[in-house]
Each structure stands twice: as structure tokens, then as C-alpha cells.
């Protein structure tokens, strides 16, 4: 499997009892999908998206602080391929 | 099979300050019957005592400089010199958990809400892991299917098991006035949503060792503290004290039915066991460890740190908080409020080496014991404690902090910029003791009354003793001695080892227990006359 299948998989695991799959437009996870925007992603679900991707991919320890801050500041949002691109940079 | 059976009942923040007024006034007759029936003792929590560490020390037997558990989060290096901050969750733990040693004797397990067993490992049961957000419940519960099964469970709402992290800030920043009793009442009901999970576990998968933790008694006692504390509570009297004076009692009179349920639910036979990972005492000022090691020369503050404006420390400046600190000119800081602890930086490592580490940490010790504040000329730090191992030159895990401060009235530091060291709180606060709580009551328990105190590293090794299952060699925790019946426990069935629970998610190397282990076990169980 694709490292980019691997994260979507990762995210519907990750989100599939979230409320926001009782909403009547369901969402998609796409290459595109911002993770606060459209899945509604919060700080706390953001820790628990790191230790779903560090076992699946099967690393502890990722420098995920690269991929959720710039220049010393959290970025607004990520994009499912933003995150495919880090791991891509970390295997 | 005639086993034992064991039920350890966790009450986080639990301080017989509290519970025998409770007890004595009829608010917890079950409590009572423990106490009065059994045996109790205050159990020493660990150096910082504080829910991570000592909850896990409490399960694996160890102690944090074994098990590697410190803080809700800890510090990483980054290679440009500057620290960020992870969450601490089970694959940080290096101990193996209580319910992995009874699986792998064939027991069987129901445990719930103990704090970071997510990512869950297999055990021979089920686990519902504790301080999770109900969104991310799935992944710490184990076996995972169980989610479902829970999800349908009448008299339980799935939201309520989790932790609420709007909820949890109001911990830190405070709740309106008009919000607090319905506050305090949510942690009541979800108190009984555990009960009632734990009491569907019992009765469709009954087992040998049930274990939960209600964790509703820590939140509201940080908060209100002062409507409960003997030393306080009197000088709180207007009409919205009376309200949450009686929505506390009434939080622990609903605990105490929920313990009376469950009682029942163990049956008769059953080894209770009830244990907090720390007591609760007064805060009564706040004192900025971070500020003290700036104006000490350790610490730098960055060009855009700003002085806490508040004593509160807001969640939301929690993930900011490490941008305050100019860290190519910094030594030594506190990472977060929860540690008490001071760690080395990478500059700081390099500048203080082998041969200067001892020394300096040694005059830092001296420094920090007789800094005084600046109003009342008294010393702030009631206890300063040096990192042994790292001072004979041993390796630590990277978590293991190289300082340890204990404050004068007990409470945990801030990490912000202040104008001041310390600042005094407009009302006495709820904050941790190193003394929590322990009782034991049940056939395989001989001792009756008060009896000297224990560690919290000894509760594994009495539930072990309790099933018959040998200790090991990695376990420092000990069965204080004549506190049980022996007679009664060799009357039970011994156990099976069986090898093949093993942790799901360690690694294929790590996922069996090597040869030698086995041969230990082995060792171990023809000593002890259960095999030949």
C-alpha cells in the first residue's frame, strides 16, 4: 500500500466515530482534506494522529513538530498531503 | 478452578484528610466497611507525586527511574538546541503493566481507565484506557471491538467515559460561577457510567483481577478544595459555597454508592484493594520556577515572551509556552507546570560535562534551597533532590529530569515570565500530597487497622502474591510483611503460565519474552514448587 493510502487509512480509523460522520454530507478523506477545516481536528486529536502514524508506520519519534509548526508558530491547518509529503521525508 | 479473585479500586487524589471525615459521618458507609474491616495505611506516592508516574509505577511495581514515566508530557531535544514538548502515552512506558503478568498466567483481566495504556498492549481481557478524548476511545480500549459493544451498553454514554479536553481546561482557567455544580455533577454521572461498564464486564467476562480508576475526586478537590477541607471549609459559608459544598458531598456519596455496586458485583470472596496515586493538601501561592532560574542566569526569555498576566496558566499558551524561552542562551529550564522538575539543555549539557555536572547541579542544589522570597525573607524550596544516577555518571532516559523541587506549601510551579517569584493565590487551592491512601480488606488479607505506611510501587507485588504468581526481579515493590494470609492464598489454585500474551504493539523482537526471561519464570516456578 502507498504511503498516501496509508495515512488516509490512518485518518478514517482515527476519525471514524467522530460526530462528523453523522453529519449528512459526508466527508471524504482526500489528498486535499484539511485536518481542522473539514475533518475538525483539535489540538488533543492532533497528539493522537502522531502515535496513529508512528504505529503505523511503525516509528516512534518523528519530528512531527516540523510538519505542525513554522517558524516557531503552529500553522492554521495541514493538508492530508502535507502530511504524506513528512512521512515520506522521514522512511 | 478456585482462584483468587482481586479488585483494585483507584481513586486518584483519594487523602484520608478527606475520606475518614467522610467516613465518619455516614457519607461513605461502603468506605467505612473497608476501612473498619480491614486494614488501611497512607501509601507514599512517588518523588513528584503526580498522576503519570504514579499511577504507572502503581501498575508496573516499578519507579519512574525504571518505568521512564515522569509527566503528562516530556521534553525532546530538537537539533537546533531548542525542546518541544510530546504526550506521554504507553509505548513510553518500560515496565511491563500488572495485567500483562497476569495474562500471562492465564488470569483474566477487566481494567479501566487507568491513565496511558493507549496504544493498548494484548492482554488476556479487556481495557479500557483512561485520559483519552471519547474520540480517540476506540484506540485505547482492548480488545478494540469492544467499543462497539460498549457504545450500545444501556445506562452508559460512550462521551461521558472520555476525557473532555474543554472540560479538562477548566481545571486549569477556571469555570463561571453558574457552571460549577452542573460541573461537578457531570463527574458524578460519569463516575457511574465507569461503575456501570465495569459491572457489564463482570458479568459477561468475569475475571481474577478487575481494576478501575475514578478520577472525578482529583478534578473537583483541585478546584474546590477549600468547600471540603477541614482546615477551610468553614470560612466559606454564603449561599453558593452551601451549593457546592453539597454537590462535592454529594459526588462522594454517589462514589461511595458506586464502590457498594461494585462490592457487590466482586462477590463476597473478593480482595479489595483501594489505592490513590497521591493525597491532596493546600496551594496556597504560586511561584515561578522558570522566572527564578532566569534571574539565577540559567534561563533566557526570548524577545516576545510577555509576563504572565494571570496566576492561571491557560492550556491554550501551554503549546506556546516553550517559544518563551531563547534557547541558544539557556542551561537550565522547567518544562511544564506538572514536573516540579528541572532538565539540562543541549548547550547546557555541552557546558556542563562529566566532570562539572556533579559540581554545578550541587551549587544549583544550595542556590535554589536558600532562594527566598523576596517579601517574607523565607525560603520557597522545601526540597531540593539531585538526579543520583546521572551524578555517578549512569545512563537516564532522556525523560528523567536532572532536578526535582519540592515547593514550601506543597503545590507545582508555573513555567511562565512573572514579575514576581512568587505571587500568593486569592483562595487556597486544591493541589497534590505525597501521601495518598491505601486499604485492603478481604480473606487474603490478615492485618487489621492502621498500619505503617507503603509504597506505591508495592501494590503490584501484593496483587502478584495475592494470585501466586512470583514477583520477578524487575519488580522494587514489596508485600509488607504480615499483611496477608497465607494460609488462605496457598488454599487457592495455583496458576497457569501460559507465554503467549505478549504486547501487541511492540516490535517483532520486543513482542516475545526472550529465552532467558522464560527460563527465569521457569526458574521461579519450580522454587516456588509450581512446576517441576
Redesign the interface.
Known amino acids: 500500500m502507498k504511503i498516501s493510502e496509508r495515512v488516509v487509512k490512518t485518518l478514517n480509523e482515527?476519525?471514524?466515530?467522530?460526530d462528523i460522520l453523522d453529519q449528512s454530507e459526508e466527508v471524504f478523506i482526500g489528498p486535499e482534506t484539511k485536518l481542522m477545516e473539514q475533518l475538525g481536528f483539535?489540538?488533543?486529536?492532533v497528539?493522537?494522529l502522531v502515535?496513529?502514524l508512528e504505529?503505523e508506520f511503525?516509528k516512534?519519534?518523528m519530528?512531527f513538530?516540523q510538519l505542525f509548526m513554522s517558524n516557531?508558530?503552529?500553522v492554521d491547518d495541514i493538508t492530508v498531503s502535507d502530511i504524506t509529503l513528512f512521512i515520506e521525508s522521514q522512511l | 478452578m478456585n482462584t483468587a479473585k482481586v479488585f483494585l479500586l483507584g481513586i486518584d487524589g483519594a487523602t484520608f484528610d478527606l475520606l475518614h471525615p467522610l467516613t465518619e459521618n455516614g457519607t461513605m458507609p461502603n468506605l467505612k466497611r473497608i476501612f473498619n474491616g480491614g486494614a488501611w495505611a497512607e501509601l507514599n506516592s512517588t518523588p513528584n507525586p503526580l498522576t503519570p508516574p504514579a499511577w504507572i509505577s502503581m501498575v508496573t511495581g516499578t519507579w519512574p527511574a525504571t518505568h521512564g514515566v515522569y509527566d503528562f508530557m516530556h521534553p525532546k531535544d530538537n537539533d537546533d538546541g531548542s525542546v518541544s514538548l510530546r504526550f506521554t502515552d504507553s509505548r513510553d512506558i518500560l515496565s511491563d503493566l500488572i495485567w500483562e503478568i497476569v495474562s500471562r498466567y492465564s488470569y483474566k483481566v477487566n481494567s479501566l481507565n487507568f491513565y496511558s495504556m493507549s496504544p493498548t498492549r494484548k492482554i488476556k481481557g479487556n481495557l479500557i484506557s483512561g485520559f483519552l478524548p471519547w474520540r480517540h476511545l476506540r484506540r485505547g480500549t482492548y480488545p478494540s471491538q469492544l467499543f462497539d459493544e460498549i457504545k450500545t451498553l444501556q445506562g452508559v454514554d460512550i462521551k461521558l467515559l472520555g476525557m473532555d479536553m474543554s472540560d479538562e481546561k477548566k481545571t486549569v482557567i477556571g469555570i463561571p460561577k453558574e457552571e460549577e455544580v452542573g460541573w461537578i455533577e457531570q463527574h458524578t454521572k460519569r463516575n457511574s457510567s465507569w461503575t456501570r461498564v465495569l459491572q457489564h464486564l463482570e458479568d459477561k467476562y468475569p475475571s481474577d483481577l478487575s481494576a478501575i480508576v475514578y478520577d472525578g475526586p482529583d478534578k473537583i478537590q483541585h478546584l474546590f478544595w477549600r468547600f471540603m477541607a477541614p482546615k477551610w471549609k468553614d470560612q466559606f459559608c454564603d449561599e453558593h459555597s452551601q451549593c457546592i459544598k453539597a454537590a462535592c458531598m454529594k459526588h462522594f456519596a454517589m462514589l461511595d454508592k458506586d464502590i457498594g455496586q461494585l462490592m457487590e458485583t466482586m462477590g463476597a470472596n473478593a480482595n479489595i484493594i483501594v489505592a490513590s496515586d497521591h493525597g491532596f493538601g493546600d496551594t496556597t501561592e504560586v511561584v515561578y520556577l522558570n522566572q527564578i532560574l532566569n534571574q539565577l542566569g540559567y534561563l533566557k526569555w526570548s524577545s516576545q515572551s510577555q509576563d504572565s498576566r494571570s496566576l492561571g496558566l491557560a492550556p491554550d499558551r501551554l503549546k506556546d509556552h516553550m517559544g518563551m524561552i531563547d534557547w541558544q542562551n539557556t542551561y537550565l529550564y522547567c518544562p511544564t507546570p506538572s514536573s516540579n522538575a528541572i532538565y539540562l539543555t543541549k548547550r547546557g549539557r555541552r557546558e556542563y560535562s562529566n566532570s562539572t555536572y556533579a559540581l554545578k547541579m550541587t551549587e544549583l542544589k544550595e542556590t535554589l534551597l536558600t532562594f527566598v522570597d523576596p517579601e517574607g525573607g523565607k525560603p520557597i524550596f522545601s526540597n531540593v533532590d539531585l538526579n543520583a544516577s546521572r551524578l555517578d555518571g549512569q545512563d537516564c532516559h532522556e525523560t528523567e529530569p536532572d532536578i526535582l523541587v519540592r515547593l514550601r506549601d506543597g503545590g507545582f510551579v508555573s513555567v511562565l515570565k512573572s514579575n514576581q517569584v512568587v505571587k500568593q493565590r486569592r483562595y487556597p487551592e486544591g493541589t497534590h500530597r505525597p501521601n495518598g491512601v491505601f486499604a485492603c480488606y478481604g480473606p487474603a488479607f490478615k492485618a487489621k487497622g492502621r498500619l505503617e505506611s507503603l509504597d506505591i510501587t508495592d501494590i503490584t507485588p501484593i496483587i502478584l502474591r495475592i494470585l501466586q504468581i512470583p514477583k520477578g526481579d524487575k519488580i522494587q515493590g514489596n508485600v509488607p510483611d504480615a499483611l496477608l494470609n497465607e494460609e488462605w492464598i496457598s488454599s487457592k489454585d495455583h496458576p497457569q503460565l501460559s507465554l503467549s500474551i505478549t504486547r501487541e504493539s511492540s516490535t517483532s523482537e520486543e513482542d516475545n519474552i526472550s529465552a532467558a526471561e522464560k527460563e527465569a519464570i521457569m526458574e521461579q516456578l519450580k522454587t516456588l514448587g509450581y512446576m517441576e
Open positions: 482515527l476519525t471514524q466515530d467522530w483539535e489540538s488533543i486529536d497528539v493522537q502515535v496513529a504505529k511503525d516512534k519519534g519530528p513538530e516557531g508558530v503552529y
